[in-house]
């Protein structure tokens, strides 16, 4: 059984965006920190993007400005805004929920998506 559905990977534009976005169960929304992370070809992965319940948005890096997360509770949905896509952007990004309370698993991850930017 699938906990986390990823979409809106795709290819881009160089200064182009895409939504990322990763649905959830209520359980798992709610009682686990969440975030996004990305691997490039060829090197290791990253967390770029994460937020705990009800909390405030962390970014790592140059996504800090550039990235946008966020919680949408009535349909338990992570979203990840990415504004002005760079090359060194390309990736396989995954959505994670992790530290969980009172799930089933303490750590899910999604399937990931392929972001192409060129």
């Known amino acids: 059984h699938v906990q986390l559905v990823e979409s809106g990977g795709g290819s881009v534009q160089v200064g182009g965006s895409l939504r990322l976005s990763c649905a959830a169960s209520?359980?798992?929304?709610?009682?686990?920190?969440m975030g996004w992370y990305r691997q490039p070809p060829g090197k290791e992965g990253e967390l770029i993007a994460k937020v705990a319940p009800r909390g405030t948005p962390e970014y790592k890096g140059d996504a800090q400005g550039r990235f946008t997360l966020s919680q949408i509770k009535s349909n338990y949905t992570l979203y990840l805004q990415m504004e002005g896509l760079k090359p060194e952007d390309t990736a396989f990004y995954l959505c994670?929920?992790?530290?969980?309370?009172?799930?089933?698993?303490?750590?899910?991850w999604g399937q990931g998506t392929q972001v192409t930017v060129s």
């Open positions: 209520a359980a798992i929304f709610s009682g686990c920190k």
């Open positions: 994670s929920a992790y530290d969980c309370i009172g799930t089933e698993l303490p750590l899910y």
